[in-house]
């Protein structure tokens, strides 16, 4: 009797920790397999994620055809990890720096094409045993944006007999009525938390605190009242902006926004233990610079704010731009301090 009873504590002992495993928010990491940054954080850090997202898949034509980029180190990588991520490739319409809205409206519009692009994912979800896929189309018009959700529908019809997930991706300031669409056609929509200012607006906040919560809010609880956080993951940005003065900003990396500041003599300002860091400088031409970025301590408060809001995970956009700290294991984020209590103006488009 003693026995039975150790290994009924002993089973549910087990049965907790399992719990409280599945529990626990994914750690989800962006990466591009072309870029040697990116390639080179995977190989340190792919046994800390849950999920891997490569950037791995264009729909380049209106037929619906798929082009799958090369990646030779993502094999080597998974084999070295402690802890084996599963892998969601992302798949867009982008491919040669443009955002493909013809191949898009194919796949979208044309029942034809759309089978096509369908069974190309489902073919290369099986050869590969990928886990599921992120779809990012962008630069929709009304209408094919309206046609998403049911494509989205079937891609996820023809994956699911495989066990195969299928994610999609979504701007924090989508309309929180499309994004419960997609929502319901989906087994999950990645919030991308970043870009309040993006690179061709006025310096500002890469993704404010406030502005984060706020906006974060109104997508997981909507009027209507049916969002389910545990459907969502929050794209958290890990990387910087540099605008030359009435100029579009080039992307830098959290250490080379730090460099930056160190080699030319600028003290980083942040109005709060935990806000987006920033400062200006002269570039080589006497032109004034700007520098906004997110580093580990902005990243932490973030994913701290998300998680508490009870969302399935967090992501890393994107892995080869984070400051490193993002990976030690450091204070809470609630003990970084709250965000700046003064909102700052919003970023408007820089004129042409």
């Not at 200012?197 to 906006?215: I, R, S």
């Not at 995970?313 to 490193?324: F, M, N, Q, T």
Request: charged residues 15%; proline residues 9%.
């Amino acid at each position: 009797m003693a026995a039975a009873r150790h290994v009924l504590l002993i089973a549910l002992a087990l049965g907790l920790l399992a719990g409280a495993a599945a529990a626990r928010p994914l750690l989800v990491g962006f990466y591009l397999p072309w870029d040697e940054a990116s390639r080179a954080s995977l190989v340190r850090h792919a046994g800390a994620l849950d999920v891997l997202a490569p950037m791995s898949g264009a729909l380049d034509s209106a037929a619906g055809t798929v082009r799958w980029q090369p990646d030779p180190a993502l094999a080597p990588a998974l084999a070295a990890a402690h802890g084996r991520p599963r892998v969601f490739p992302v798949v867009s319409n982008a491919h040669d720096n443009v955002w493909d809205a013809a191949a898009a409206e194919g796949a979208l519009t044309d029942p034809k094409a759309g089978e096509s692009f369908i069974a190309a994912l489902t073919a290369q979800a099986r050869a590969q045993d990928y886990g599921g896929y992120i779809l990012d189309f962008e630069n929709l018009n009304p209408q094919d944006l309206a046609a998403y959700p049911a494509l989205l529908t079937r891609l996820r019809a023809a994956l699911r007999p495989l066990r195969k997930e299928l994610w999609v991706t979504a701007l924090l300031s989508a309309d929180p009525a499309l994004v419960q669409q997609l929502s319901e056609a989906t087994d999950a929509v990645v919030l991308m938390a970043y870009d309040q200012c993006w690179a061709t607006a006025t310096p500002g906040p890469v993704a404010a605190q406030d502005w984060l919560e706020t906006t974060l809010d109104a997508k997981l609880a909507p009027k209507n009242g049916r969002a389910d956080p545990s459907r969502y993951v929050v794209a958290l940005g890990a990387y910087g902006y540099d605008w030359p003065a009435g100029q579009p900003a080039q992307v830098v990396s959290a250490p080379q926004a730090v460099q930056l500041a160190k080699a030319n003599g600028q003290a980083v300002v942040r109005e709060a233990p935990a806000a987006n860091p920033h400062f200006a400088y002269k570039g080589p031409l006497g032109d004034t610079h700007t520098v906004w970025y997110l580093d580990a301590a902005a990243f932490r408060t973030q994913r701290a704010a998300a998680e508490a809001r009870h969302v399935r995970g967090v992501a890393i956009w994107r892995l080869g731009l984070e400051d490193p700290a993002i990976w030690a294991r450091a204070i809470p984020a609630a003990a970084l301090g709250p965000p700046p209590a003064a909102p700052r103006p919003p970023c408007v488009m820089l004129p042409h």
